[in-house]
């Protein structure tokens, strides 16, 4: 079963920009089965994880394209780096829009060898596991903003979900194959995806030597979701070198496992501190690498409110890059006096400040710190509000909001 994709909207607008698609995200969200879905009969299609092409893609670059004429569509595009050239001069030859799509899982290599050969010729596009609004068949597309506007339009596709069902979502994690198919066993699946992940990517990309310490430091970084990153902390635990660990992270962001969340600053926040949060971006493969092997056992918990704050930065994350943005204006607030702001949203100069809550009664202390944001002289604050699992959309204080999850 194929679920609609909200990402497919801004991948119809850039093949009308460019001659060139590319689509990056993790292994197995559904990058190829989406483009497949669009592009059908009419565009071919080449994966260089088959032995025949690969070689033909490496040792014959140049004639590649003769034997495979576009509009073609080249799955795992990032093993072939020989290709990049080709494409370039196609691209400029033909001055046609749409004729290459592209898309793999090592975001690392790829972009380098786009930003050498494919500058201003190729459109981009991350995609990440489903969505909520996904996986409930809501057809609003818009990127999350709290505001009347978006209010307004958002409760005319409101999803119903029920508490027990969240934390089932939470806990199994946004991969289509485990949410299409219930019957999928949770464990199985997400070991197959580490063994998978570390034998292909992780290795190609770092050759790293001991695999069973890189397992055991996706996990200790899964066990840190929602939190300021501490390397030197991540490494100790490990028993690895800091430099070793800022190697091994930048892989997993690279790999869209992990989100960094940037701090807000500017020359008015000398006080802001300037380490970011650290987000697993899919909460099962989080809840398997640390080991809550239950929906029930997760939501009563030690990590329940790290994990439904990852959970909420996943989802508004993803109503950004479906909608085409490659650098969504999301950051996070604490200063030195340890005042914090979970999550802020800037747009046009205005600072939408939100907190985020697993329980399901929010109060106006809550939202206490966002008066700190009073206090910034070049942008304005616009209203906000605590996400959380209560049933309606209520005021709080002022145009601050109890926002339930599911107007995200």
Known sequence: MYIQRHAEDAVARLEKMFGAILVAGPRQVGKTTMLQNM??????????????????????????????????????????????????????????????????????????????????????????????????????????????????????????????????????GNMPELCVNPDYDWRMFYGAYVRTYIERDVRELAQVGDEVKFTRFMAVIASRTGQLLNLQSVAKDVGISAPTAERWLSILTASNIVYLLRPYSNNLTSRAVKTPKLYFLDTGLAAYMTRWNTPEVLKDGAMAGAFFESFVVSEILKSYYNQGELDPPLYFYRDKDKKEIDLLIEKDNILYPLEIKKHADPSVKDIANFSVLDRLETVKRGPGGVICLYDNLVTLKGEDRIIPLRYV
């Open 39 to 172: 592009t059908g009969s009419g565009v071919g299609y080449v994966s260089l994880d088959d032995p025949i092409y690969l070689v033909s893609a490496v040792e014959q670059s140049n004639t590649f394209f003769k034997d495979n004429p576009p509009p073609v569509f080249i799955d795992e595009v990032q093993r072939a780096p020989e290709l990049f050239p080709q494409i370039k001069m196609l691209i400029d030859r033909e001055r046609k829009k749409g004729q290459f799509y592209l898309c793999g899982s090592q975001q690392f290599r790829m972009m380098k060898n786009v930003s050498e050969s494919l500058a201003g010729r190729l459109g981009m596009l991350t995609l990440l596991g489903l969505s909520l609004r996904e996986r409930t068949g809501c057809g609003f597309k818009e990127p999350f903003l709290p505001d009347e506007a978006y209010y307004t339009q958002r409760q005319t596709d409101l999803p119903e979900i029920s508490y027990m069902d969240i934390w089932g979502m939470i806990h199994r």
